[in-house]
Nanobody, 125 residues
Framework: QVQLVESGGGSVQAGGSLRLSCVAS????????MAWFRQTPGKEREGVAA????????YYADSVKDRFTISLDNAENTVYLQMNSLKPEDTAMYYC??????????????????WGQGTQVTVSS
């Protein structure tokens, strides 16, 4: 069973930065695509950034390109999301995600079925 634990959320003013971390356990962590999603009340969960553990190929939603950076520490089974130039519209609950069979949530070519508990990011104007 894959378990994901996020940390690093908080409240910042517009233009500020935050770094989210996600530690994965119970996964081989090889040849998978790790991702960050976000969700606001009443809206569907949306993919933000993804990275393949084999070659660190990354993928970003248009809304966060050039502001967010996803990275990996394979030795620590940890995926990070560095968020710069934050905007109020980035306010959301952020979730770390790992592929799982039949998960039904597709992003960057992977089907995500395991989720962390989420960490809240709030950006004030």
């Amino acid at each position: 069973q894959v378990q994901l634990v996020e940390s690093g959320g908080g409240s910042v003013q517009a233009g500020g930065s935050l770094r989210l971390s996600c530690v994965a356990s119970g996964s081989s962590y090889t040849g998978v695509c790790m991702a960050w999603f976000r969700q606001t009340p009443g809206k569907e969960r949306e993919g933000v950034a993804a990275i393949w553990t084999t070659d660190h190929t990354t993928y970003y939603a248009d809304s966060v390109k050039d502001r967010f950076t996803i990275s990996l520490d394979n030795a620590e089974n940890t995926v990070y999301l560095q968020m710069n130039s934050l905007k109020p519209e980035d306010t959301a609950m952020y979730y770390c995600a790992h592929p799982g069979p039949g998960g039904g949530t597709w992003f960057a070519g992977a089907d995500f079925g395991y989720w962390g508990q989420g960490t809240q990011v709030t950006v004030s104007s």
